[in-house]
C-alpha cells in the first residue's frame, strides 16, 4: 500500500514507524514487562491461597466399579473425610482435645478428595482392561485454620496423617482376623459336654474359613501351602475326628462322669420343648382362625397382638417360627434318644475297673487327637491371615503414590499473567512509537524555523548588501558631479 496525497496511515508509514522507533520499543517494552510482572507477583502474594496435596492409588479388581476388595460398594470420599479419621490424624500429630475440636470441622471444610483415573487401557470393545485408579487429596488453606497452627508446614503434616490413616483403616478393615484360640483338655465334662463343645468351636472355625475362602479364593500360604478352602478341609477331617471320639464313647456306652443322667436330662429338655411349641402352635392357629372377626386378640405365649385392619401374616410367620424350633426340639430328642438307646445295651456299670479304664483312657486319648488336631489347624490358620495380612494382598490394595506438596491456587493464572503482559507490550509498543513521531515533529519543526530564520538572515544580508552598494553608488555619484562642477569652473 502506497501512500497516498490526502496523507492517510498506511503500512508503509508504519512500517517506517516502527524502524524508526525500534530501539524505544524495545526498551519501553522491557521496562513495562518488568514493572507488570512485579506488579502481578505483588498482587499473586495477597490473593494467592496455597493448598497442599497427597495421591492414594487402589490395585485390585473392583475398585473401577466403586466396589471393596471384598465386592461391597466404598465411598472413600466419605471415608477419608469423615470426622472420626481426621480426628485419629490429629491425634497421631498430639494435637490436644480442645485442638482437635476447633480444627476437625475446619479441616472438613477445606478437604477435597477428587477422582483420576490414569493409563487406562481398554479393548476394541471398549471394555477397561487395566487403569491406575487415584484419588487426589487437597487440603486448601484457611485463615481459620492458621490460627491454630504453628506453620504453614503443619498443612503437609495434617494431609499426610490423614492419608496414611485412611490407608492403615483401610488395609486393617479389609484384612483377616481371628477371635479362635488354641483348647486344653475339656477336664471334669461329660463326654456329650466335651463333643457338644468341641463340635461348637470346628462350626465357628468352619464358617469363618469359607468367609476367607470366598473373600480369598486365589490365595494360597507358602508357608503352609495351602488355600483357605483346603484349610476347611483339615476343618472337616478333625470334625471326623470329634465324631469318631462320639461313637466310641456311644458304642462303649461310656458313664464315667455322669453321662447316663445327661442323656436323660436332655431328652427330657427336647420333650419339654416339643410340647410348648405345639400348645405356641395351637394357640396360634387358633388366633389365625378368629383373627378376621377380631381385631384384638390375646396370645398366651406372645402377648397381645393388635391387628387393625386384621392381618393374618403377623401370626403366620409366628407360626412358621414356632414349627421351626419344635422341629429343632424333635430333632435333639431323636438324637438323645439314640444315644440312650446304645447306653441302655451297654451295661458299663458291669465292667471290671480295669476295663472301665481301658475304655476311658481311649476315649480320652481320642478327645486329645481331635483337641491336638483343631490347635495344629490353629496355628497354620493364623500363619495364613498373617501371610496374607503383610503380603502382597493387603499391603497393595492402596499406597500413597504422591507425598504432601504445596501449590498455591490463584485467581492470576498463567494465562492471565500472559493476557496483561501482552497487553502492556502493546502498549508500550504504542506509547514508543508515539513519542519517536512526536519527536520526529519536533525535529522537523526545529528544522523548518531554523531553514525560515538562515533564510531571513540571508535575506538581511543581501538586503544589507544591496543598501551598502547603493550608498557607495550615491557616493560615487556624488563625488562624480563634484567633480563635474569644478570641471565647468574652470
Known amino acids: 500500500m502506497e501512500e497516498n496525497i490526502n496523507d492517510e496511515l498506511t503500512f508503509k508509514k508504519i512500517w517506517q514507524q516502527i524502524k524508526k522507533s525500534g530501539v524505544r520499543m524495545i526498551v519501553y517494552a522491557l521496562i513495562a514487562l518488568i514493572v507488570c510482572g512485579g506488579i502481578l507477583g505483588i498482587c499473586d502474594i495477597f490473593v494467592s491461597e496455597s493448598q497442599y496435596e497427597t495421591r492414594i492409588t487402589y490395585y485390585y479388581a473392583g475398585v473401577e466399579n466403586g466396589e471393596d476388595p471384598w465386592g461391597g460398594q466404598k465411598d472413600v470420599a466419605s471415608d477419608i473425610k469423615s470426622a472420626s479419621n481426621v480426628s485419629s490424624a490429629l491425634e497421631k ?22 477422582s483420576t483415573v490414569d493409563d487406562e487401557v481398554t479393548n476394541d470393545a471398549g471394555a477397561v482392561l487395566s487403569a491406575n485408579y487415584t484419588y487426589k487429596i487437597v487440603l486448601s488453606q484457611d485463615g481459620d485454620i492458621d490460627k491454630h497452627l504453628k506453620s504453614r508446614n503443619d498443612y503437609n503434616n495434617i494431609l499426610s496423617a490423614i492419608t496414611t490413616n485412611h490407608i492403615e483403616n483401610f488395609k486393617k478393615k479389609y484384612s483377616f482376623s481371628t477371635s479362635l484360640g488354641s483348647l486344653t483338655v475339656l477336664g471334669s465334662y461329660n463326654a456329650f459336654q466335651k463333643y457338644d463343645t468341641l463340635r461348637g468351636y470346628l462350626s465357628v472355625f468352619s464358617e469363618e474359613s469359607k468367609t476367607w475362602a470366598e473373600k480369598a479364593p486365589a490365595f494360597v500360604s507358602t508357608s503352609q501351602d495351602m488355600s483357605f478352602a483346603s484349610l476347611n478341609t483339615r476343618i472337616q477331617m478333625a470334625s471326623q475326628k470329634l465324631e469318631n471320639y462320639l461313637n466310641y464313647v456311644l458304642f462303649n456306652g461310656i458313664d464315667a462322669n455322669g453321662e447316663t443322667q445327661y442323656v436323660e436330662l436332655k431328652l427330657k429338655e427336647a420333650n419339654d420343648n416339643i410340647a410348648i411349641y405345639d400348645e405356641e402352635i395351637k394357640s396360634l ?15 398366651p405365649s406372645t402377648g ?4 387393625n385392619p386384621p392381618n393374618p ?24 434318644e439314640t444315644r440312650q438307646t446304645y447306653f441302655n445295651t451297654n451295661d458299663f456299670a458291669s465292667k471290671s475297673e480295669a476295663q472301665k479304664k481301658t475304655l476311658t483312657d481311649r476315649a480320652d486319648e481320642l478327645e486329645l487327637e481331635v483337641i491336638n488336631e483343631y490347635n495344629s489347624i490353629i496355628e497354620s490358620y493364623k500363619a495364613m491371615i ?16 504422591a507425598v504432601p506438596t504445596q501449590s498455591t491456587n490463584s485467581p492470576i493464572t498463567v494465562k492471565v499473567g500472559l493476557i496483561v503482559e501482552l497487553m502492556v507490550l502493546i502498549i508500550a509498543v504504542i506509547v514508543a512509537m508515539l513519542v519517536t513521531s512526536k519527536k520526529g515533529q519536533m525535529v522537523l519543526k526545529k528544522k523548518v524555523v531554523d531553514e525560515e530564520q538562515s533564510e531571513e538572515v540571508l535575506s538581511e544580508n543581501a ?13 560615487l555619484s556624488a563625488e562624480e558631479l563634484a567633480e563635474s562642477i569644478e570641471k565647468t569652473e574652470e
Request: no cysteine.
Open 93 to 114: 500429630l498430639q494435637y490436644s482435645d480442645a485442638e482437635k475440636d476447633a480444627l476437625i470441622n475446619l479441616i472438613i471444610r477445606n478437604l477435597n478428595v477428587v
Open 285 to 299: 392357629n387358633e388366633v389365625l382362625a378368629l383373627l378376621m372377626q377380631n381385631t384384638d386378640t390375646t396370645l
Open 304 to 307: 397381645t397382638i393388635i391387628v
Open 313 to 336: 401374616n403377623a401370626v403366620t410367620e409366628a407360626i412358621s417360627v414356632a414349627i421351626s424350633n419344635k422341629t429343632v426340639a424333635q430333632t435333639d430328642k431323636n438324637a438323645w
Open 386 to 401: 498373617e501371610e496374607y495380612n503383610s503380603g502382597y494382598n493387603v499391603s497393595s490394595l492402596v499406597r500413597m503414590t
Open 463 to 475: 538586503q544589507a548588501v544591496e543598501d551598502e552598494q547603493s550608498v557607495e553608488s550615491q557616493d
